[in-house]
């Protein structure tokens, strides 16, 4: 695997000390931050992220379902009607 480095001693006491959480990593010559996270957490994040924003609909679609088949969202769905 390409680009895989040792984690420091004091990286690794602080992935130890937050079991399963992000840890964040200041570079100190830019001042920018890295948040290190295990690599299958990075792996799922990064397979929800596209350059084509309608491969999400189905999933906001599955997301908004209830609140959009809410009773309510049919006088939603006639505003203009019902507003005159």
Not at 28 to 48: E, I, K, S, W
Request: proline letters at 7%.
């Amino acid at each position: 695997m390409a680009n895989v480095i040792a984690l420091s001693d004091e990286q690794a006491r602080a992935v130890a000390a937050h079991p399963g959480e992000p840890v964040r990593l200041l570079d100190p010559a830019t001042g920018r931050a890295y948040v290190l996270v295990a690599a299958d957490v990075y792996d799922r994040a990064a397979g929800l992220l596209t350059d084509d924003p309608r491969d999400a609909y189905p999933a906001i679609d599955r997301t908004f379902a209830a609140g959009w088949d809410a009773p309510g969202m049919d006088d939603y769905d006639r505003y203009e009607d019902i507003r005159q």
